[in-house]
């Protein structure tokens, strides 16, 4: 069993940061390839970012490209979504996964293990 679990969430102004922190318990997820993703209000889940389990490989969606950056720490089991440039639209509850295998995806069926997700808030 995995156990994740997301912090950093919060209520921002459009244009600030936030940086998401999702630790993984039970057993090493440094094996694995982990992402990001998030539910707006009335929405659907969506991918957002995705790394491969050694960080060599990341993945975004056209929303993020450019403003936000994920990165991992397999030491720490850890996993990180830096977020710049906060727009209103990002407005969400993001969710932190584990993948089933090493290769970023971004289905969210290719994930077996989610965490129970931290709210951000960005103002306009």
């Known amino acids: 069993q995995v156990q994740l679990v997301e912090s950093g969430g919060g209520l921002v102004q459009a244009g600030n940061s936030l940086r998401l922190s999702c630790a993984a318990s039970?057993?090493?997820?440094?094996?694995?390839?982990m992402g990001w993703f998030r539910q707006a209000p009335g929405k659907e889940r969506e991918f957002v970012a995705a790394?491969?389990?050694?960080?060599?490989?990341?993945y975004y969606a056209d929303s993020v490209k450019g403003r936000f950056t994920i990165s991992r720490d397999n030491a720490k089991n850890t996993m990180y979504l830096q977020m710049n440039s906060l727009k209103p639209e990002d407005t969400a509850v993001y969710y932190c996964?584990?993948?089933?295998?090493?290769?970023?995806?971004?289905?969210?069926?290719?994930?077996?293990?989610w965490g129970q997700g931290t709210q951000v808030t960005v103002s306009s």
């Open positions: 996964a584990k993948a089933r295998g090493q290769l970023a995806r971004m289905r969210s069926y290719e994930y077996d293990y």
């Open positions: 039970g057993r090493t997820v440094s094996n694995y390839a």
């Open positions: 790394i491969n389990w050694s960080g060599g490989h990341t």
